[in-house]
């Protein structure tokens, strides 16, 4: 049956799908971003990653002008993100303690769709499929087709009402499902004066831990190039962190085509220390490792393993 659903994605359909055909297809994404974005609501997800099923709970809310998000997992041990604008903190429950950590960004479901869609043109081909119910709305299939093999395929069900991404599933080239996220019940709601909920769940039982690292600024000219990057893929972050043990700095970049994601690790190696080297696949993300001149070079990301490559392998300096 889903075999068949990604078949049906890859046919325009007439009829209840026409409309959005008309003018710029392309639209729809847009508008899905910004419902993602500007729409208050509260719901429960199921995300599914490889073989593990976990529910997670989400309250979304614009006051004045910042964007709020709280997301619970509701599943195993507990855990949480809150997210003001750029500020991201996740709380990561242990056996004895919780730990804090800070992020920059994130692109966690359902915002997940880019503010334009123009690189995403550059690299994929849209098709609509069916109307279908999810979470007890109507829905309007699409996909996103990847027009070379360094990418997934993208399928989403965007409600009719609202434009806000109900469901996702990231698939490969043979169609097997690496990554699914659904909404089961969605609420809008008012909560334009209401922050109470903005606010993580306190274990008085547990010890409060903040993990931070010391932020490095990097220096304007960078020594490393890619020769051989995949299309479409641009650096949409690289930070720095000091290694304690040697006078160096280790290396993180992010690169993106809007949908995928890639993270490539740059780090110095301790004489006496093995490197890694070769291609592993974990539960959907897949990690290839070289080592190159004195540094461990790792790319990691939920894409083919041939996109990893083309960054781990074209690498000079």
């Known amino acids: 049956m889903v075999r068949k659903l990604f078949f049906l994605a890859l046919i325009c359909v007439s009829g209840t799908s026409a409309s959005l055909t008309i003018e710029d297809p392309w639209k729809i994404l847009t508008e ?52 003001h604008g750029k500020n991201i903190f996740v709380y990561d429950s242990k056996e004895n303690n919780v730990v804090i950590q800070k992020r920059e960004q994130h ?13 995403l043109k550059k690299v994929y081909t849209l098709s609509f499929g069916e109307v279908v119910r999810v979470a007890d709305r109507p829905a309007q299939m699409l996909t996103l087709i990847p027009k070379d093999n360094f990418r997934h395929q993208f399928h989403f069900w965007i409600d009719q009402d609202t434009a806000l991404p109900l469901k996702m599933i990231v698939s ?27 606010k993580p769940k306190i274990d008085l039982s547990k010890e409060y831990v903040m993990h931070e690292e010391e932020p490095v600024v990097l ?8 020769v051989n990057k995949p299309k479409g893929f641009s650096e949409i972050s690289s930070s720095a962190t000091r290694n304690k043990d040697l006078n160096v700095l280790s290396h993180h970049l992010i690169y993106s085509d809007g949908l995928s994601y890639i993270s490539v690790f740059i780090q110095p190696v301790q004489t006496g220390l093995m490197p890694k080297v070769g291609t592993i696949s974990m539960e959907g993300t897949n990690i290839s490792a070289r080592y190159y001149r004195g540094y461990q070079v790792m790319a990691v990301g939920t ?12 690498i000079s300096f």
Not at 219 to 226: A, D, N, R, S, V
């Open 172 to 198: 490969n080239e043979a169609n097997e499902i690496i990554e699914q996220a659904s909404f089961t019940k969605l609420k809008i709601v008012d909560m334009k004066t209401d922050l109470s909920w903005f």
């Open 32 to 83: 899905a971003h910004q419902a993602s974005k500007m729409l208050n609501y509260q719901g429960t997800f199921h995300l599914k990653n490889s073989k593990v099923i976990q529910s997670m709970e989400i309250t979304h809310a614009i006051h004045g002008e910042d964007e709020y998000t709280r997301m619970t997992l509701m599943d195993g041990d507990p855990g949480e993100m809150l997210s």
């Open 219 to 226: 220096p304007g000219l960078k020594f490393w190039t890619f």
């Open 107 to 119: 692109h966690l479901f359902p915002s997940v769709l880019p503010s334009t869609p123009e690189n």
């Open 303 to 314: 894409v083919p393993m041939k996109a990893l490559e083309s960054f781990t392998k074209s």
